[in-house]
């Protein structure tokens, strides 16, 4: 059985192999370290180190202790208070920056429509002149829909259109839109993205044999086309 050292008291040194400790002398007047729960084994001595103090359990079952009536009516928050680190807060400020602008000044800025969009851009043709512009960000931010192939905007052209580093406009204003080729989202059904707009019509393509033609894939487009404004035209061949 091995024999474990005793605890040694300040000023005291401890040598490197296992059995040869050698203690100085210390005075009258040295502090005594106090015993420690851990003795010193082979020369090494123990550390015990705590963690982090355990976090309170959250309250479970919230809803169903509301309505046995567990909660008093003065402990439920029957409003949501709107202050200056609220949520809802950057969106209200944004909003209002979009509208400090006034709809004259927009008003008087060239009139283009887009050719393409990009990820980053859009190509927006004015004057048989296309101009690479980029989106104001309070008016992606405020903008219940996104910008498509098709939309006349109001944008802002740039001073300097040499460097093609830059974007030589900004878009301001999307115009209200004459007509609207949408479809659902694949996860959502209620949410609609828009494809195209200010479209006159739609042509839908299919053969009449070999492949069979899907009725219902074209029931489909031809109400899409309908319930956007456009005239929806289909096209069966061979």
């Known amino acids: 059985m091995q024999r474990l050292a005793r605890p040694l008291a300040v000023g005291s040194r401890v040598a490197s192999g296992p059995a040869k400790q050698t203690q ?48 008093d009516d003065d402990q439920i928050e029957a409003h949501e208070r709107f202050g200056d680190k609220s949520k809802h807060y950057q969106h209200h400020k944004t909003i209002k920056t979009q509208n400090a602008r006034p709809d004259e000044e927009i008003d008087k800025l060239p009139r283009g429509e887009v050719i393409q969009v990009h990820s980053l851009f859009s190509e927006v043709l004015h004057e048989d002149r296309p101009y690479r512009c980029t989106q104001r960000k309070t008016l ?49 059904a209620r949410d609609v993205h828009p494809i195209v707009a200010n479209a006159d019509q739609m042509l839908i393509v299919a053969a009449l044999h070999l492949p069979e033609v899907k009725w219902g894939l074209v029931d489909r487009m031809v109400i899409a086309a309908r319930s956007g404004g456009l ?8």
């Open 231 to 238: 005239d929806a035209i289909v096209c069966l061949n061979k």
């Open 24 to 71: 100085t002398t210390r005075s009258e007047n040295a502090i005594v370290a106090p015993p420690v729960p851990y003795p010193l084994v082979h020369g090494y001595s123990t550390t015990i180190v705590q963690g982090r103090p355990k976090k309170p359990s959250r309250t479970k079952d919230v809803t169903r202790a509301f309505q046995t009536g567990a909660y």
């Open 140 to 188: 992606a931010k405020v903008s219940d829909t996104q910008l498509v192939v098709g939309d006349f905007v109001r944008f802002d052209i740039a001073p300097e259109l040499n460097d093609i580093s830059k974007f030589e406009g900004v878009i301001e204003r999307i115009e209200p839109r004459r007509t609207v080729l949408a479809r659902s989202d694949s996860f959502k």
